[in-house]
């Protein structure tokens, strides 16, 4: 079986995301797709927003995403203890034994994974599958990708261009009244107002 593992904070999830897992999913023919927001991030301050709510838009982005995404509550489970990707990838290569895993992440992720907790061993764990955002140019991301090869690290870069939506841009529409139609989906954008998340923020 082939699968995408995609993690991040997601709070909220939106059309970039979507965007980005929809390439990777017709580049590699990939059986699944397992959407998987963090528990307490190690890469970035922990949330307002609850691992538990943010997995509920990610189950209700999975839901209008015609089987493209599967919400997958690994690391919220584990909410508390830090979410290492490589718990996570060695958690998933136990419970799907021979798959082959490709973990989709964003261009500032990419540009990173050598300072991951555990780098020698993910870097055995997954091909790591990006494309451009927020001014890392693909030309930036095929060197990085050749210096990750040498580390022993593989990767994958695609030239699809940035959809440019983040979930700050997101928090601070809702938060500033203004409309966040089309950034992220339907469901999703119900969900926000009708538990009032992200009005008081910023
Ligand atoms: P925030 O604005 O809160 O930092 P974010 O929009 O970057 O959030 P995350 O949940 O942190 O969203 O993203 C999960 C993964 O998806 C990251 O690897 C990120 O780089 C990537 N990503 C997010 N938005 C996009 C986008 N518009 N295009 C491509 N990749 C994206």
Same mark, same amino acid.
């Given at each position: 079986?082939?699968?995408?593992?995609?993690?991040?904070?997601? /709070?909220?999830?939106? /059309?970039?995301?979507? /965007?980005?897992?929809?390439?990777?999913?017709?580049?590699?023919?990939?059986?699944?797709?397992?959407?998987?927001?963090?528990?307490?991030?190690?890469?970035?301050?922990?949330?307002?927003?609850?691992?538990?709510?943010?997995?509920?838009?990610?189950?209700?982005?999975?839901?209008?995403?015609?089987?493209?995404?599967?919400?997958?509550?690994?690391?919220?489970?584990?909410?508390? @203890? #830090?979410?290492?990707?490589?718990?996570?990838?060695?958690?998933?290569?136990?419970?799907?034994?021979?798959?082959?895993?490709?973990?989709?992440?964003?261009?500032?992720?990419?540009?990173?994974?050598?300072?991951?907790?555990?780098?020698?061993?993910? #870097?055995?764990?997954?091909?790591?599958?990006?494309?451009?955002?927020?001014?890392?140019?693909?030309? @930036?991301?095929?060197?990085?990708?050749?210096?990750?090869?040498?580390?022993?690290?593989?990767?994958?870069?695609?030239?699809?261009?940035?959809?440019?939506?983040?979930?700050?841009?997101?928090?601070?529409?809702?938060?500033?009244?203004?409309?966040?139609?089309?950034?992220?989906?339907?469901?999703?954008?119900?969900?926000?107002?009708?538990?009032?998340?992200?009005? #008081? @923020? /910023?």
């Amino acid at each position: 079986m082939r699968i995408g593992f995609f993690g991040g904070t997601f /709070n909220p999830p939106h /059309n970039g995301h979507i /965007n980005l897992a929809r390439e990777w999913s017709d580049r590699l023919s990939l059986d699944r797709i397992l959407m998987t927001p963090t528990g307490t991030p190690p890469h970035k301050e922990s949330s307002d927003v609850p691992g538990e709510a943010r997995f509920e838009m990610c189950r209700i982005a999975a839901e209008e995403s015609d089987g493209l995404l599967e919400a997958y509550d690994f690391e919220v489970r584990r909410s508390g @203890q #830090k979410s290492y990707s490589v718990i996570t990838l060695s958690a998933l290569h136990e419970e799907y034994p021979g798959s082959e895993i490709f973990m989709i992440m964003g261009a500032d992720m990419f540009m990173s994974l050598e300072s991951w907790y555990d780098f020698d061993r993910l #870097k055995t764990l997954a091909v790591f599958c990006t494309m451009p955002r927020g001014g890392i140019t693909f030309s @930036q991301l095929e060197e990085h990708r050749l210096h990750l090869k040498e580390r022993g690290c593989p990767g994958l870069v695609s030239d699809l261009p940035e959809m440019v939506i983040s979930s700050t841009e997101v928090r601070r529409r809702v938060s500033g009244g203004e409309s966040i139609h089309g950034l992220v989906p339907e469901g999703v954008e119900k969900y926000i107002y009708a538990h009032g998340i992200y009005s #008081k @923020q /910023n």
